[in-house]
């Protein structure tokens, strides 16, 4: 059964700082892998989507990485702002489904 | 990416009534998935949806609690049925993307008092 970690659950930093928040699956038979963000009370937005075939993407100063066989991604914000403080969450599908798996989320603050 | 219109934004209704979220997809799709995200949790999968066929529920939600209506390729409800303040929580609907990403809908937070 697939699991996703993600850590820190929680991150407050000042503003400026580059930062990386983590995602690990158990299951490396992953089709692609998203990265989204919530604002409280609010829906999604998707920020980056990595094929398995792909190694990273980069939108803006986000940068996500992907290594399916260690079963880890990364999201590299640079030079963060006040306006990055919102919900972080990664999510999986599966390879031989239509289901996403959600991580429990990286809640960050970035302080003025 | 298809873009989902999700109402209502929110609600505060009393305990055993019934409150019905809708999604509409500015484009045909063949899946639409509901969501349920409680208060500090992630995203659980309530059910997918298809055009012409009941929807397939995941474990721990049920039909009586949860109905679903898929009438066309654009559109989807969600009922929460008899609700008590356990379903305090964000629904939120998503459309499938395993080429272009998933998509999700602005989410309806309620509140069940």
């Known amino acids: 059964k697939q699991e996703v970690t993600q850590i820190p659950a929680a991150l407050s930093v000042p503003e400026g700082e580059n930062l990386v928040l983590n995602c690990s699956f158990t299951d490396s038979a992953i089709y692609n892998l998203q990265w989204f963000r919530q604002d409280p009370g609010k829906g999604l937005t998707s920020l980056l989507l990595i094929q398995s075939s792909q190694r990273e993407q980069t939108s803006g100063r986000l940068n996500a990485s992907l290594d399916k066989s260690s079963g880890r991604s990364t999201l590299y914000i640079a030079a963060s702002q006040p306006g990055d403080s919102a919900t972080y969450l990664c999510?999986?599908?599966?390879?031989?489904?239509?289901?996403?798996?959600f991580g429990s989320g990286t809640r960050l603050l970035v302080r003025p | 990416s298809a873009v989902i219109s999700q109402k209502p934004s929110r609600d505060i209704c009393q305990r055993g009534t019934s409150l019905t979220i809708q999604c509409q997809v500015d484009s045909q799709v063949t899946m639409m998935f509901w969501y349920r995200q409680q208060p500090g949790q992630s995203l659980t999968l309530i059910a997918t949806a298809n055009q012409g066929s009941e929807a397939t529920y995941e474990s721990g939600f049920v039909i009586d609690k949860f109905p679903i209506s898929r009438p066309n390729l654009t559109f989807s409800t969600l009922t929460v049925s008899n609700m008590s303040p356990e379903d305090s929580s964000i629904y939120l609907c998503?459309?499938?993307?395993?080429?272009?990403?998933?998509?999700f809908g602005s989410g309806t937070r309620l509140t069940v008092v």
């Open positions: 999510a999986v599908l599966v390879d031989s489904s239509y289901k996403l798996i």
């Open positions: 998503s459309v499938d993307g395993r080429v272009d990403g998933y998509t």
